[in-house]
């Protein structure tokens, strides 16, 4: 049955699904890893792609931008669609000096600053990953120096953040900043789900002399793929 946001039948998705926060990078990576997907859902211009890859099934559908976004779909997933696996690729922006522009960081966990991740007053979660799904994808990534393993930073706001927290966060060894982490690994547990966020760097906020283009943001995901193809397929 449909729900508001997504408009598949029942049985429309794949246990997992692969979940970029763009729209136009979903269909990208639906055409490229399975020509023959379905459209199984458009709803808001969010495109579902359902499919086979390498013999098994696999869906691709976008998040939008930011931790409520992603919460409406992911729950919707989750709770009515069977959805067992979500994997965000995603871009981030480079937050520690460990990090350039196009490395692949594979999220550990979220720090947050997001009420949608507060779930217990009083308490300051770990929003962690998948360690099945983590595990899968490091070993995915063995040998790549360009592939880092730690904790990013899922923030309600792009603009208007105090830049003094930029150091703050590198210093606790934070890889990357981005907006949706958090929210998806918070889900993931509360439904007895697993997720895992693989992300490209896609510009750095100590140095923003080879941050990428929008274009590149869009299309620049294929080193990330293969670890959330990896993770997905577990
Ligand atoms: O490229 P995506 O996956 O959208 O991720 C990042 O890019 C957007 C901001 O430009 C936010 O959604 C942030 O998390
Ligand atoms: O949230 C994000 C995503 C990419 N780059 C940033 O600087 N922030």
Known sequence: MPTPHINAPDGAFAPAVLMPGDPRRAERIANLLM???EKVSDVRGIGAY?????????????????QPSLSIYATE???HYGVKRI???????????????GDVVIAIGAHSDSSVTN??????LSHTASW???????AAAEGETSVHVGPVVSRDKFYGNDPSEVQKLADLGTLGVEMETAALYMLAAQHDAQALTVLTVS???LDGSD???????????????????????C
């Open 35 to 37: 020509p023959d997907a």
């Open 77 to 79: 997933l989750f709770t």
């Open 132 to 138: 099945e799904l983590l595990s899968a994808a490091v």
């Open 203 to 205: 510009d750095h906020l």
């Open 119 to 124: 779930l217990i007053p009083g308490i300051g």
């Open 50 to 66: 359902t499919g086979v890859y390498n013999g098994k099934p696999l869906s691709v559908m976008a998040s939008g931008m930011g």
């Open 87 to 101: 994997i965000r690729i995603g871009t981030c922006g480079g937050l520690s000096s460990k990090v350039t522009v």
């Open 211 to 233: 941050d990428m283009s929008a274009e590149d943001r869009e299309s620049r995901f294929q080193g990330a793929l293969k670890l959330a193809v990896a993770a997905a397929h």
